[in-house]
């Protein structure tokens, strides 16, 4: 992401925390981009994958927790920047995740929201959201809240109503190698993902869906459609 990268490159970070963090993928974005920090924590919920970044993470300021980002362990005021990336879309109850990482963030600390969204693609990446809405689906069905790529105005909405003043909006392309290759993988992956449902009653729409996911595939290729980034101040 080289606008990001290039705001990031005049920041001194601090103390960092980045909220869902998954495999750590904006924790990289951080490290590689930010002039300094002290130390960057990334938390999420899913134990497994935190243990497996702990087993592989090589970086001594960089620590993975465990932790509940709708409760945090974590003092008020206790971060100068905290992030999150790709993850608005996952929340059932987005405005209380918000108000944590608020709450922890000290006054004038830097907040960054990243998120895809779904409106003014290509045609090869809006095969990126029509995929990503239908594995939202399943997931859904099967117990995991993925809602549909939010718009670009409903992420910069949550944001300016949770008090945090705006500095910045811009979008943003993933430039990872590694991304495009990842995401053809899901376009062959997908009757397989789709399987998974077979015995719902939404399986059959679900397979026009993904019939419609390779035709947009077939047609147009795949790309990843754009990511949002919107830097704040508390
Ligand atoms: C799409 S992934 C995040 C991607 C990552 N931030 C990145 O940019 O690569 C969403 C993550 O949110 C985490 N998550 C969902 N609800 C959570 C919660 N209440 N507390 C902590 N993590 C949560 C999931 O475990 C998952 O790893």
Same mark, same amino acid.
């Given at each position: 992401?080289?606008?990001?990268?290039?705001?990031?490159?005049?920041?001194?970070?601090?103390?960092?925390?980045?909220?869902?963090?998954? *495999?750590?993928?904006?924790?990289?974005?951080?490290?590689?981009? =930010? #002039?300094?920090?002290?130390? $960057?924590?990334? /938390?999420? %919920?899913?134990?497994?994958?935190?243990?497996?970044?702990?087993?592989?993470?090589?970086?001594?300021?960089?620590?993975?927790?465990?932790?509940?980002?709708?409760?945090?362990?974590?003092?008020?005021?206790?971060?100068?920047?905290?992030?999150?990336?790709?993850?608005?879309?996952?929340?059932?109850?987005?405005?209380?995740?918000?108000?944590?990482?608020?709450?922890?963030?000290?006054?004038?600390?830097?907040?960054?929201?990243?998120?895809?969204?779904?409106?003014?693609?290509?045609?090869?990446?809006?095969?990126?959201?029509?995929?990503?809405?239908?594995?939202?689906?399943? *997931?859904?069905?099967?117990?995991?809240?993925?809602?549909?790529? =939010? #718009?670009?105005?409903?992420? $910069?909405?949550? /944001?300016? %109503?949770?008090?945090?003043?705006?500095?910045?909006?811009?979008?943003?392309?993933?430039?990872?190698?590694?991304?495009?290759?990842?995401?053809?993988?899901?376009?062959?992956?997908?009757?397989?993902?789709?399987?998974?449902?077979?015995?719902?009653?939404?399986?059959?729409?679900?397979?026009?869906?993904?019939?419609?996911?390779?035709?947009?595939?077939?047609?147009?290729?795949?790309?990843?459609?754009?990511?949002?980034?919107?830097?704040?101040?508390?």
């Amino acid at each position: 992401m080289k606008k990001l990268r290039s705001k990031l490159k005049d920041v001194e970070g601090g103390k960092v925390l980045d909220v869902a963090t998954r *495999d750590g993928a904006f924790i990289m974005k951080l490290k590689d981009g =930010l #002039k300094s920090y002290t130390e $960057i924590i990334g /938390i999420d %919920n899913d134990e497994e994958i935190i243990e497996k970044n702990n087993k592989t993470n090589t970086y001594p300021n960089i620590k993975y927790l465990v932790m509940d980002a709708e409760n945090m362990d974590f003092e008020d005021n206790t971060f100068d920047m905290v992030c999150m990336s790709n993850t608005l879309h996952h929340l059932p109850n987005k405005n209380k995740m918000l108000s944590e990482m608020k709450r922890v963030l000290k006054p004038g600390g830097i907040f960054i929201i990243s998120e895809l969204f779904s409106e003014e693609q290509s045609p090869a990446q809006m095969t990126h959201v029509m995929l990503h809405e239908l594995g939202g689906l399943i *997931d859904t069905l099967l117990g995991e809240h993925h809602s549909k790529t =939010l #718009k670009k105005q409903e992420t $910069i909405d949550l /944001i300016k %109503n949770m008090g945090i003043q705006i500095d910045e909006i811009f979008e943003d392309y993933e430039t990872d190698e590694g991304i495009h290759k990842r995401l053809i993988e899901r376009v062959h992956k997908l009757p397989q993902k789709v399987a998974k449902i077979k015995d719902y009653p939404e399986f059959d729409k679900f397979m026009k869906m993904a019939e419609d996911v390779k035709k947009n595939f077939d047609n147009f290729g795949i790309e990843r459609s754009t990511q949002l980034v919107i830097m704040g101040r508390l």
